[in-house]
């Protein structure tokens, strides 16, 4: 994954500054989430590594595959990517590309774990109260439901955890009691 991650960040970083001059930040976004899934896909992904495929034939197949969906900057970019055969890095490309655009928009995504399922008015709530803790415009992702928390929740925004559950204090509660 590191390495995958190393080869990806010149890439990402390359397609952000394009995309961030052009002003075209969201649509480069979907754009590239959409080819890291067909990326992704494992039957395309031996289709393409057949050594009978020249390296415009996987082009070509891979925007075929991806569809009308890529604009011709981003049909481009993809093609270039294949013809330097680092196709196995544009999930990492595509995550990376979101990352530098979370920071440079002040926002970040989050999801929640809670105890009970959260009402609209919650979750506007919590990511009203979130975007003043962290300083920055909050997208909760996805909430899911876990009873065993008791109540409260767990959020998770990139390496950032925020335990505010009851379980998660109990279990603080017992370890300073045992030590």
């Known amino acids: 994954m590191a390495e995958l991650t190393?080869?990806?960040?010149?890439?990402a970083k390359a397609a952000f500054e394009f995309a961030r001059e052009k002003g075209l930040l969201a649509e480069w976004s979907a754009q590239l989430a959409l080819a890291a899934a067909v990326a992704?896909?494992?039957?395309?992904?031996?289709?393409?590594?057949?050594p009978l495929l020249t390296v415009e034939q996987q082009a070509e197949a891979f925007l075929k595959a991806a569809g009308d969906k890529l604009g011709g900057d981003v049909r481009n970019f993809v093609t270039e990517i294949v013809h330097n055969k680092r196709v196995d890095a544009l999930p990492a490309i595509a995550d990376l590309f979101d990352a530098l655009r979370a920071e440079f928009e002040q926002a970040?995504?989050?999801?929640?774990l809670s105890a009970y399922e959260l009402s609209d008015a919650q979750r506007q709530t919590l990511a009203a109260k979130l975007g003043q803790k962290l300083g920055r415009k909050i997208d909760i992702?996805?909430?899911t439901v876990d009873r065993s928390l008791i109540g409260g929740v767990v959020i998770r925004?990139?390496?950032?955890?925020i335990d505010a559950s009851v379980r998660g204090k109990l279990n603080k509660l017992a370890a300073t009691l045992n030590s």
């Not at 925004?157 to 955890?161: I, N, R």
């Open 108 to 112: 970040a995504n989050v999801v929640v």
């Open 157 to 161: 925004s990139g390496d950032l955890v």
């Open 40 to 50: 992704s896909d494992d039957d395309f992904a031996r289709y393409l590594a057949r």
């Open 141 to 143: 992702e996805e909430v």
């Open 6 to 11: 190393t080869v990806a960040r010149p890439y």
